[in-house]
C-alpha cells in the first residue's frame, strides 16, 4: 500500500511539475488592454497633429489674404 501511495505521490509530483512554465500562452487581458489604449492614444496624437496643421494653414491663408491688397476673396 505504501508502494501504491509513493507511486501516486511521485506522478502528481510530476503531472503538477509538468504544467508549471515560466512563458506566458499568450498576452494577458491586461497587457491586451494597456496595448489597445497606447494605439488609442497614438491615434489621437496624429489626429491632433493633423488638426494643428490645418490651423495653422487656415491662419496662415487668413494672414496671406488679408495682408495682400491684390489677393481678394471671392463672394
Known sequence: MKYLQL???ILCAVSFAGCETT???GPGN?????IAALDERRQEEAHMDE???NLWNAQQDILNRDGDPTVRPTP
Open 7 to 9: 507511486t501516486g505521490l
Open 23 to 25: 512563458q506566458n500562452a
Open 30 to 34: 491586461t497587457e491586451v488592454k494597456r
Open 51 to 53: 488638426s494643428q496643421k
